[in-house]
């Protein structure tokens, strides 16, 4: 196993925040125009540099923003990277910046895979949510384009309150579009988000237990961000000793889930492995992995446009900046790092939880709700029942 603690598994780059929509959740407020002070090409460069510092293998880079294609030297920093060995992945905006010709750049420059937002499963409730008229028939064409030029793709929606019991249409345009993931983020209330677009603690139990079954019962695969207890409720149903009460969110989607099933003729399905999103993990389809117990701090970081590097995008604590200091010695000696790559640091039940290990809660959810990135995470129903740790 890649030692979490000296090399990070994952890192999220934004290279801008310049973005043409005006998301209602958006971490980064991103503009319509870049910031005067971002990141350079040159000093882009030298921070693919640092991140080759780490050593093999390398942590997989998801290059994202604001909005990547509003850099004009996107591909010229990709292609830098790329050559020198990383694997990258991007997400961008769906807006008609990402043509069919860029998509088959980014494939033809070694891009392993792209990832656009859908937030609802019609205009309405995406193009509400993401502040512009047009951008879900346009993120549709999107992923039209991708499976034309042969790249893999994955779908990202963030849950709130407003769509919730949306969701299942969402899992039937991620199987029909033959994405490789589909990951799930629930929100933080950072940047433009609010408290109240948050699910309630039983919400959360019941979209995960949910997000569970579609794992098992579709050939779908599902990850959640800012949600970690998905792997707790992963390995618990794994083993059979699953025992909290679900609430109404449950049954409902569940239902729903049986009707998808049905349209798409998945009646009967069922993945006999284990479950691939959590405490289990295994290679997808364009050979992207996952890795067990990856949490703010612990195994990734955040690059932002300017070179302050945040334990993750939600988590607003600024531990270094890459033009003062190297990405390896800010995740390795910063105080930030240190706390959250350890789980036992944590406080409350988190801290005292079997699972801390593989879960650990969102470090972002706790400092956005509480002011303390250690404590408790704040949307998570599951009372600690024993000593016995579980990595």
């Known amino acids: 196993m890649q030692n979490l603690m000296e090399r990070p598994f994952i890192i999220f780059w934004e290279l ?15 503009q319509t125009k870049p910031h005067p002070n971002e990141l350079t090409t040159e000093e882009a460069f030298r921070v693919v540099d640092q991140i080759i510092e780490f050593g093999k293998p390398y942590p997989l880079v998801i290059v994202t923003g604001g909005d990547p294609l509003m850099r004009k030297d996107l591909f010229e920093i990709l292609d830098y990277a790329i050559s020198k060995g990383l694997r990258i992945a991007i997400a961008f905006s769906g807006t008609k910046l990402a043509t069919k010709e860029k998509i088959e750049k980014l494939k033809e420059v070694g891009v392993a895979r792209i990832a656009i937002s859908l937030d609802g499963s019609n205009p309405e409730i995406h193009d509400h949510f993401r502040g512009r008229t047009g951008t879900f028939e346009t993120s549709l064409k ?25 969701l299942p249409n969402i899992l039937k345009i991620c199987i029909e579009k033959g994405v490789v993931l589909w990951d799930v983020f629930f929100v933080v209330p950072t940047g433009r988000a609010k408290a109240e677009m948050m699910p309630s603690s039983q919400e959360f139990e019941d979209i995960l ?5 579609v794992s098992r019962e579709t050939p779908l695969n599902v ?9 707790r409720i992963e390995y618990m149903r794994d083993k059979g000793i699953y025992d909290l009460k ?52 612990r195994g990734m970081f955040f690059i932002s446009h ?8 939600f988590l607003p604590i600024v531990a270094g900046n890459v033009r003062e200091r190297s990405l390896k010695e800010i995740y390795m000696d910063s105080p930030i ?55």
């Open 16 to 30: 801008t925040r310049a973005c043409m929509l005006a998301c209602k959740h958006c971490r980064a407020k991103a």
């Open 142 to 166: 999107i992923l039209d384009y991708a499976k034309e030029v042969g790249i893999p793709a994955q779908i990202n929606t963030t849950v709130t309150t407003h769509n919730i019991f949306d």
């Open 209 to 213: 237990c949910w997000l569970y079954d």
């Open 223 to 231: 990850k959640s961000s800012a949600a970690c207890h998905l792997r």
């Open 246 to 297: 679900l609430g109404e969110t449950y049954y409902t989607l569940r239902e729903k889930l049986e009707e998808v099933k049905r349209k798409l003729g998945l009646v009967g399905y069922r993945k006999d492995e284990k479950i691939v999103a959590g405490a289990h993990g295994r290679s997808l389809a364009d050979g992207i992995r996952r890795m067990v117990g990856i949490t703010d701090g």
């Open 306 to 313: 300017i070179g302050e590097v945040y334990p993750s995008g």
């Open 337 to 391: 790092f240190r706390d959250l790559k350890d789980p036992n640091r944590l406080k409350g039940k988190c801290g005292k939880c079997e699972f801390r290990f593989i879960c650990g809660g969102s470090r972002a959810r706790a400092y956005a709700m509480t002011g303390d990135y250690l404590a408790a995470e704040p949307r998570c129903i599951y009372v600690p029942r024993s000593n016995d740790v579980v990595k």
